[in-house]
């Protein structure tokens, strides 16, 4: 929060949710994907973060950006569980053989997928800015 401040950067929060994770007893119940499963990830709206802000400032601002990650992050798990694409979801796959480069296992986006996964037609995030990816 006070790095993104002093460089007038914006933080962009990422939630990250997995189909069936294995779950560590800890804390903070550390999600570790099995294999094949699905990985669900919605981007949040970046966050500007004023440079003059004080420490109760920071602190209200980190408060809330916690907030958004706890939603973000609670968004994707229930998407991954569901299994349901959403409106403008954009899925990337993992190519099974080399491109003509020689690379292995690149990414390449596919088409937008459409369907009817949100019940408010807007995504499982709530915003218009939000952006969601399918893995």
């Not at 939603?71 to 796959?93: C, F, I, V």
């Not at 190519?95 to 990414?107: D, E, F, K, R, S």
Request: include cysteine; aromatic fraction near 8%.
């Amino acid at each position: 929060m006070y790095l993104a401040a002093k460089l007038a950067l914006p933080l962009v929060p990422v939630g990250v949710g997995y189909d069936r994770p294995w779950r560590a007893k800890s804390w903070d119940h550390f999600a570790v994907p099995r294999p094949f499963s699905r990985a669900r990830i919605i981007f949040g709206p970046a966050i500007p973060v004023p440079p003059d802000l004080d420490r109760p400032g920071l602190e209200r601002c980190r408060d809330q950006v916690e907030g958004l990650l706890e939603r973000l992050t609670g968004a994707a798990e229930t998407w991954a569980a569901s299994g349901s694409h959403l409106p403008g979801e954009l899925m990337l796959r993992r190519l099974l053989g080399p491109w003509p480069n020689g690379n292995l296992g690149t990414i390449r986006p596919q088409p937008a997928v459409m369907g009817s996964g949100a019940a408010n037609g807007r995504g499982l995030s709530g915003g218009d800015d939000a952006a969601a990816r399918s893995f």
